[in-house]
């Protein structure tokens, strides 16, 4: 178990990506709050990025800049990114990034948490889009 502390980072933790990276996938990770991230709620996080693809740098600017609660008050994530729930973003993301790696071993680890960080009720929201997502990969 790797759990830094203080001004420690995970860039050494032995985390799952790591093992797929190096049997030859392109690796990615993604979450709708890096604010409040996994890795980096009141820590360092990564100094180095963890993967291949990962969009905290994007995200980090879209949270500054077009996010929002959608009239919903004051929530800790936010869950609109511009005209789109933050989910769909991630999700959007994510499928972008199987697209250009159609032809290679994959691996990839999205994180939503803006809809249910604050309010659990609020996790129906999300059923449309992960069912249109897992739609998509059947397809």
């Not at 690796?27 to 969009?55: C, K, R, S």
């Not at 740098?57 to 729930?85: M, V, W």
């Not at 996790?123 to 997502?133: C, F, G, V």
Request: proline share 5%; glycine share 8%.
């Amino acid at each position: 178990i790797c759990h830094p502390k203080g001004n420690s980072k995970y860039d050494d933790c032995p985390l799952i990506w790591k093992d797929f990276s190096n049997k030859g996938y392109v690796t990615a990770y993604a979450e709708d709050t890096p604010w409040m991230g996994l890795f980096h709620f009141n820590q360092i996080g990564y100094v180095e990025e963890p993967t291949d693809y990962y969009n905290r740098p994007y995200y980090r600017t879209s949270e500054d800049h077009i996010s929002h609660n959608a009239g919903l008050g004051g929530l800790n994530g936010k869950i609109c990114q511009g005209r789109k729930f933050g989910i769909e973003v991630i999700r959007d993301w994510n499928l972008d990034f199987l697209a250009a790696n159609k032809d290679v071993p994959v691996f990839s680890f999205t994180w939503c948490s803006a809809l249910t960080h604050d309010y659990l009720n609020m996790a129906s929201l999300a059923d449309e889009p992960h069912l249109e997502h897992l739609k998509t990969l059947k397809n």
